[in-house]
């Protein structure tokens, strides 16, 4: 399984509809400070069902949503979406390709959509089961934590060893 | 289940005492359970000295070694179970020019299991990537992508010919 | 006294407002009183936003932006009572090459009034500097220091003729 | 005033006697991951006071005596001293140069001197008050901790304020 490709359409500096292709082996994101690197970063985070403000670094959830900038206007919801392919093994899918997306609109109302179907975050949740990308997942390190598995205390450690049995 | 807890975590201690002398070049990194007798609760402890060093704890390890250490420690999971892809957000920032030629080395043999989406700024981790995105603010406040690759007789990264991010 | 600090802080304000579009080139930075009815005890916001951007918290700002901002802030106070000496440990570390430049533009203004003592990877930040010592660990787990100096022509430090650290 | 020495002796990596010294202007600090350079830092907020051992990312106070390495002996104890000129007008003091150091042993006995005569850790925090070095100083920045201020609560963010009054 690997990711094909992210949309972003309303994600915080993201105003206008942004597709990234993705191929297997290593990808680079590069570009000056304050472009919007990270918040690629946290938009994968939160299409996976990231429950937390704060990890996205924002005081409300609706933080995520364009604010407007001089020349437009803020957006009233914000959509992201991952396309994923060779899906069977890894989530036990009937699918060969799935794609996850989640949108938010100015009042707070959350949805998750899984192939175009509604479904609930729990439906996320239990998919990416056991495949290191779920909550736990030592798989996104954000920016200046990366180290922070040496700083978290010996019992917080466990989640990420669990996650590998 | 408890054996099967067992069984990952020493698999994992071995691949985390190779990983760390691969990074460092020597060496010692050990993982230990905090109350070997109960294991599905017990912490997990983390040691680590770099070669020639008498450490005590690894919070007297450097930033940049404790950024060398969290990377070791990453493999030696993915080693056990690779995840499908793998975000980090600028984890060269602390390392110098040589240690990031030793993760970018040890990197390439992670790339058949797994994916990974790489943000920095450092030419030489972008070197090693096999694509690239630049993200850019032309309309301040509002980011864009662009494909980008990397032009190995000037060093330095350049528009891809045609757009099609 | 309180008159005393209400005219410190009217002025550090004004520094701040202006370091920062002097780092970034524009924008709006601002620090406020929580609480103006209590001068003496009130804590302080700080508000800041790049050019072109509509930011409503400063924990929205990028990993660079964030540390540019801190830099301006540093400089405000240096402006109203300098330190002696300030020492900064890879604080460009999250900066583009173009913020490194900003910053040791704006650099060069205090070295009259204070000493900086930087530690660096960055070559930019080196060439900045008026004398250079190098930290090495030849014989393990042991420092020494040496004196450098920054070539010019080359781009890149070398010992210093004779050694006198 | 300004910084014109600092020599070490068994403080952490630096198991020799080893002097740094330091002209007004920018003073670069380079070298590779784990050589030592922030451990300079360190030296210097130790001498100045620092009593917490975990701004010196140890344990106990103790660990900053060398600890030994492959090829040497743990030392007894470490000393580390600062050599300041210029000090009549910042300090209100008598003296043109003024030396302090501070003396650890293993046994945790600790000792300050000021230009080689014992005194108090609070002779040496009067001493810096008002200079901008003292405890709360925004002078020393440690290593990631840049942009601690932006993080800090506002009521946390007065004692800087205050310290430029
Ligand atoms: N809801 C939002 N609406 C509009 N813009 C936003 C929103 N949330 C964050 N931003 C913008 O995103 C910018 C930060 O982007 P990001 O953190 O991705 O930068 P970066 O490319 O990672 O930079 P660096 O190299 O400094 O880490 C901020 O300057 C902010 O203006
Ligand atoms: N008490 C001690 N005795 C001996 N060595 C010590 C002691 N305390 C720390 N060290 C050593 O100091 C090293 C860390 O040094 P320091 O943090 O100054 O590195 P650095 O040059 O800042 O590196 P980086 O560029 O990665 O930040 C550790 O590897 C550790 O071995
Ligand atoms: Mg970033
Ligand atoms: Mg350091």
Redesign the pocket.
């Known amino acids: 399984m690997h990711l094909k490709a992210l949309k972003l359409h309303g994600f ?2 993201f ?1 206008d509809p942004t597709t990234l292709r993705f191929e297997p082996g290593v990808t680079a994101v590069v ?10 970063a ?1 938009a994968i985070r939160w299409v996976l069902g990231e429950q937390s403000a704060k990890a996205l ?2 005081g409300r959830m609706q ?7 001089d020349t437009r206007k803020p957006a009233q919801l914000c959509e992201v979406s991952l396309l994923l392919t060779d899906c069977e093994k890894q989530l036990g899918s009937e699918f060969h390709e799935i794609e996850i997306m989640r949108r938010v609109h100015r009042d707070g109302q959350g949805e998750y959509f899984f192939n175009g179907q509604a479904c609930r975050l729990k439906d996320i949740q239990k998919l990416f089961m056991d495949t290191g990308i779920g909550r736990t997942s030592y798989s996104i390190m954000a ?1 200046g934590q990366i180290d922070q598995i040496l700083s978290s205390k010996p019992e917080e450690r466990r989640a990420v060893f669990e996650e590998a049995a | 289940s408890q054996q099967q807890f067992a069984v990952t975590f020493e698999q994992i201690k071995k691949n985390f005492a190779y990983t760390f002398q691969t990074l460092f070049g020597g060496g010692v990194a050990n993982l230990e359970l905090v109350q070997a007798e109960d294991i599905l609760e017990s912490g997990i402890e983390i040691a680590a000295q770099p070669p020639g060093k008498k450490l005590k704890s690894i919070m007297l390890l450097s930033g940049g070694e404790r950024t060398l250490t969290a990377v070791a420690l990453l493999f030696a999971l993915y080693m056990v179970k690779p995840s499908p892809f793998c975000l980090l ?2 984890l060269d920032a602390p390392l110098d020019e040589s240690n990031i030629g030793r993760f970018t080395e040890l990197l390439k043999r992670f790339v058949h299991e797994s994916q990974f989406i790489i ?1 920095t ?1 450092n030419k030489r981790t972008v070197s090693a990537a096999q694509a690239i995105y630049g ?1 850019t603010m032309e309309e301040r ?1 509002v ?1 864009k992508t662009v494909s980008m690759r990397f032009n190995h007789l000037v060093g330095d990264t350049e528009a891809a010919p045609q757009n099609i991010a």
Chains 1, 4 share one sequence.
């Open positions: 915080k500096s105003a570009g000056p400070n304050g472009c919007g690197k990270s918040n690629i946290d670094r924002g933080d995520v949503i364009f604010e407007g900038a920016q | 957000d600028e943000i700024h993200v406040g980011s």
